[in-house]
């Protein structure tokens, strides 16, 4: 079984510029979550999608941060403009159906490593 | 609010020796626990997890953590560390029907040859 793909793997851009993330979660999860996790601290959820959903986005700082899941399967995340203080890892997981054994768990890509210069 | 406190921000152990990582959370009903590793450059692996029932759990690469109610701890241990072993380590809780991670700040593991 295929894991979560994310691309790209390192991005680096200066302040003001945009830039997106992408994530391919595990075939068959409906649910899936972006986190951004700053050097030296635990991940953050960002927003959490249920299909093409959102079901929370209230730690999304919407003004800059945006995210879509339009089919319900890949989604994006995207900065506009970016700021110094967004330098971090951007990471997608995504969580098996409810009727599996391992409906809590959550199974994390690779992440996206930003950096904002 | 839901909280997770990771005490240690790094520990250094030398191989062949045991090992604890220490994780307390904040939460009004029974959470869901992990603890979950990131090697450099790497996405987190989940190394165990904590539903219900036997308050001893057993994981991956001979990990096991207890969870204590009345501590309200899930402190993650091995008896023998192995040089590979050295990465960050989360403690993470879960709770809500959404099933939402709240995770501590981490613990960094150096491994001594």
């Known amino acids: 079984e295929a894991g979560v793909a994310q691309s790209p793997r390192y991005k680096i851009i200066e302040k003001r510029q945009s830039v997106a993330f992408w994530c391919n979660p595990i075939?068959?999860?409906?649910?899936l979550y972006w986190y951004q996790q700053i050097l030296g601290q635990g991940p953050k959820l960002l927003i959490q999608?249920?299909?093409?959903?959102?079901?929370?986005d209230s730690q999304l700082p919407k003004d800059r941060f945006s995210a879509e899941r339009l089919k319900g399967v890949d989604s994006t995340l995207k900065i506009q403009p970016a700021k110094l203080e967004d330098s971090a890892v951007y990471l997608c997981?995504?969580?098996?159906?409810?009727?599996?054994?391992?409906?809590?768990?959550?199974?994390f890509g690779p992440g996206t490593r930003l950096t904002v210069l | 609010a839901q909280s997770v406190t990771q005490p240690d921000i790094h520990i250094t152990v030398s191989e062949g020796a045991s090992l604890e990582l220490r994780c307390n959370y904040s939460y009004g009903a029974t959470p869901y626990l992990f603890w979950y590793v990131q090697s450099p450059g790497q996405g987190l692996q989940l190394l165990l997890k904590?539903?219900?029932?036997?308050?001893l759990v057993q994981g991956i690469k001979g990990f096991e953590a207890e969870f204590k109610r009345s501590q309200s701890s899930f402190n993650l241990r091995k008896p023998s560390v192995h040089w590979s072993d050295a990465a960050e380590y989360f403690c993470?809780?879960?709770?809500?029907?959404?099933?939402?991670?709240?995770f501590g700040k981490g613990t960094k593991l150096s491994v001594k040859p």
């Open positions: 075939s068959g999860h409906a649910t």
């Open positions: 999608f249920q299909n093409n959903g959102v079901v929370d």
């Open positions: 993470a809780v879960s709770g809500g029907s959404q099933g939402n991670l709240i």
């Open positions: 904590y539903f219900s029932g036997d308050t």
């Open positions: 997981a995504s969580r098996p159906p409810v009727w599996t054994s391992d409906y809590n768990e959550q199974f």
